[in-house]
T-cell receptor, first 115, second 109 residues
């Protein structure tokens, strides 16, 4: 595997379900990100982890819970979601976060539909 | 406050040139990125400008004017495969990216 991978690619869940999105990067990066992408809207940064420490939580509802067990893996745990949470969830990684800019590499995303 | 704006959709002809503009407002600026995103795929990096001027990379060029809060992406010799959304994003004072909504570029034969 190369680059940034995400599983599953598609997910349909009910509002009472619990599911998890997985992201894995094979680039040796130290920072990982979760974004939400809705149609015709800007990418919304949800969470940032740098060196496995969470550095940003942009007022995301608690029904979204991130987990970063190591610098290569990132999870987004979902529970009691709402239909408006249906979107493309993108994971990205970069060499570092903060004090400098590095290109972010994106995974293919998980298309989430909440019924 | 911070905001960033780019056209929603543009149409161009194969073989032609197209310029996609991006304007932004922010108190802290740390460079401007352009990404390409094909439908159903991940965004991929195109360019990063931190100083004023034009950066050329093959058929694609990116321009930045910090005093005007303005950038553009110039695509030459358009090909059908260039049909995609083009996202601009600037780095804020916390070194996080603030994204535009993207410009959907439609290439016609």
């Amino acid at each position: 595997e190369t680059g940034v991978t995400q599983t599953p690619r598609h997910l349909v869940m009910g509002m009472t379900n619990k599911k998890s999105l997985k992201c894995e990067q094979h680039l040796g990066h130290n920072a990982m990100y979760w974004y939400k992408q809705s149609a015709k809207k800007p990418l919304e940064l949800m969470f940032v982890y740098s060196l496995e420490e969470r550095v940003e939580n942009n007022s995301v509802p608690s029904r979204f819970s991130p987990e970063c067990p190591n610098s290569s893996h990132l999870f987004l745990h979902l529970h009691t979601l709402q239909p408006e949470d249906s979107a493309l969830y993108l994971c990205a990684s970069s060499a570092t976060s903060g004090e400098t800019y590095n290109e972010q590499f994106f995974g293919p995303g998980t298309r989430l539909t909440v019924l | 406050g911070q905001n960033i704006d780019q056209p929603t959709e543009m149409t161009a002809t194969e073989g032609a040139i197209v310029q996609i503009n991006c304007t932004y407002q922010t108190s802290g600026f740390n460079g401007l990125f352009w990404y390409q995103q094909h439908a159903g795929e991940a965004p991929t990096f195109l360019s990063y400008n931190v100083l004023d001027g034009l950066e050329e990379k093959g058929r694609f060029s990116s321009f930045l004017s910090r005093s005007k809060g303005y950038s553009y992406l110039l695509l030459k010799e358009l090909q059908m495969k260039d049909s995609a959304s083009y996202l601009c994003a600037f780095g804020d004072s916390n070194y996080q990216l603030i994204w535009g909504a993207g410009t959907k570029l439609i290439i016609k034969p």
